[in-house]
């Protein structure tokens, strides 16, 4: 497996590196964000591990990019930014998954192998509820004839409904599941991307409904259930 470290701390991307390898894995190293925006379109890896702060071009700014060019890119976002609303940030982003520094090696690993297995499992079906049709492997969403444009978290939130269709999900699922983070009363993202979702389905035309249950959280349901 092919993994491209962006870091600029050369300590930093040395322990990472060092630990990578050692475990199996061939790692490319880059130190600085403007080189890097320069060879994101070259030669694919399996996997791209982004520190956000970096010279020349930053960590987020680089993952939106990638996002765009190769839709299906594993991202892992490193920082020391640790509050819920900048990992939000990241994970909006286009990041898969978000480690704060300081942070334990085998940590790093474990999140490493979690988002490689994703990339080795079998090409997921479409789903469709009422006419919506998500694709996950082309990240496209359409009604009928109609494409939804999405941004990441849009996409990877309306996933998580389709795939717990008809059933009541709590915000705190939410949080865990689709941005990898502790739900945090004190902020409204989650309410905020429902209604980014909802206002989109509806220009579309699309029927299913995603409904607020009082105190306990959303249900997508098919229009006619």
């Not at 470290?5 to 050692?22: C, H, P, T, Y």
């Not at 403007?34 to 010279?55: Q, S």
């Not at 709590?170 to 989650?190: C, H, K, L, M």
Request: glycine share 8%.
């Amino acid at each position: 497996m092919r993994v491209l470290l962006i870091e600029d701390e050369k300590n930093v991307a040395g322990f990472i590196s060092q630990g990578l390898r050692e475990n199996g894995y061939e790692v490319d190293v880059i130190h600085d964000g403007g080189e890097a925006a320069r060879r994101l379109g070259g030669a694919g890896y399996d996997l791209y591990i982004i520190d956000w702060m970096l010279p020349g071009v930053d960590g987020l700014t680089l993952i939106r990019s990638l996002r765009e060019k190769k839709p299906g890119a594993r991202i892992l976002m490193l920082t020391a930014r640790d509050t819920v609303d900048d990992k939000v940030q990241g994970l909006d982003g286009g990041a898969d998954d978000y480690l704060t520094k300081p942070f334990a090696f085998k940590e790093l690993l474990a999140r490493v192998r979690s988002l490689l297995r994703r990339e080795e499992e079998k090409d997921p079906a479409p789903l469709r509820v009422d006419g919506l049709e998500l694709d996950p492997m082309q990240r496209k969403a359409r009604a009928g004839s109609t494409d939804i444009p999405l941004s990441n978290k849009e996409f990877d939130l309306l996933l998580y409904l389709m795939k717990n269709v008809n059933k009541i999900i709590p915000r705190e699922q939410i949080a865990t599941e689709v941005w990898s983070v502790d739900f945090d009363r004190g902020t409204n993202y989650i309410d905020v991307y429902i209604n980014y979702l909802r206002k989109k389905l509806k220009e579309a035309k699309a029927c299913p409904l995603i409904l607020t249950v009082r105190g306990r959280g959303y249900i997508l349901k098919p229009e006619n259930d």
